[in-house]
């Protein structure tokens, strides 16, 4: 009897996987805003980088702000970080069985604190 030998597997790429199959979804196939804001916050935490994306940079970047734009004046991040966490929310709860990543926001009163995507310690999940 041979033995099959089981490959590691490579997080990075098994996130980056999830998320190209996430944005090809229906639920992020219908708004480009919300495709366009979940790849910002998930690809530099592929990258490497540990620091989370400021309201600021994600207004400019994502939706095509000012560099002088006000995030205190126009809440457009914070209402699509919003419906990110309920588009994700209703993604997964379709998904039988689960997908082996799974992207996640908490919901918390501060858009800086919650736009960067990390791999937690307790497993699979990416917390946006």
Excluded at 79 to 87: A, D, E, K, S
Excluded at 96 to 112: D, L, M, Q, Y
Aim: include cysteine; hydrophobic fraction near 35%.
């Amino acid at each position: 009897m041979e033995r099959t030998q089981v490959q590691p597997v490579n997080a990075t790429e098994l996130t980056r996987e999830h998320l190209e199959d996430l944005l090809r979804s229906n639920s992020f196939q219908r708004s480009a805003k919300l495709s366009r804001l979940l790849r910002r916050l998930v690809e530099p935490t592929l990258a490497g980088a540990s620091q989370p994306i400021k309201e600021q940079i994600l207004g400019i970047e994502v939706f095509d702000r000012p560099t002088d734009w006000d995030p205190q004046t126009d809440s457009i991040v914070r209402v699509h970080v919003n419906r990110l966490r309920l588009t994700l929310r209703s993604y997964y709860a379709d998904q039988n069985p689960p997908p082996p990543v799974r992207f996640e926001r908490r919901r918390s009163g501060k858009v800086t604190h919650l736009c960067s995507a990390r791999v937690t310690r307790c497993g699979n999940r990416i917390m946006v």
